[in-house]
């Protein structure tokens, strides 16, 4: 079964971090560009991090910079979102997406309209 499969969400009190996971089932990551968005109870889904396909160009939401860190290992056919510094307004449910040959502007600002796939989802709370 083709699928992005997200792990690594969990309860952490403010200040703490965590490590999410974003892992290819059934295809390889190589040729996309991911993306981290999350979306908070009434709130709209928003772009938190991307990446390109070659790891060399990575963007993030102004609300994470200097907090978050993407990255990709393609030899284990994953991308990970390192989040440091949480705080309660980064609770949400996390998901990444994959799209191939994003453009530029797309890229940078996290918009992925044509995602050819979703992960389920994990939940991040932050809270004391």
């Known amino acids: 079964q083709l699928q992005l499969v997200e792990s690594g969400g969990g309860l952490v009190q403010p200040g703490g971090s965590l490590r999410l996971s974003c892992a290819a089932s059934?295809?390889?990551?190589?040729?996309?560009?991911i993306g981290w968005f999350r979306q908070a109870p009434g709130k709209e889904r928003e772009g938190v991090s991307c990446?390109?396909?070659?790891?060399?160009?990575?963007n993030y939401a102004d609300s994470v910079k200097g907090r978050f860190t993407i990255s990709r290992d393609n030899a284990k056919n994953t991308v990970y979102l390192q989040m440091n510094s949480l705080k309660p307004e980064d609770t949400a449910v996390y998901y990444c997406?994959?799209?191939?040959?994003?453009?530029?502007?797309?890229?940078?600002?996290?918009?992925?309209?044509?995602?050819?796939?979703w992960g389920q989802g994990t939940q991040v709370t932050v809270s004391s």
């Open positions: 990446i390109s396909s070659s790891g060399g160009n990575t």
């Open positions: 997406a994959a799209q191939r040959r994003l453009p530029a502007l797309m890229l940078r600002l996290c918009v992925f309209p044509r995602a050819e796939y």
């Open positions: 059934g295809f390889t990551l190589d040729d996309y560009d």
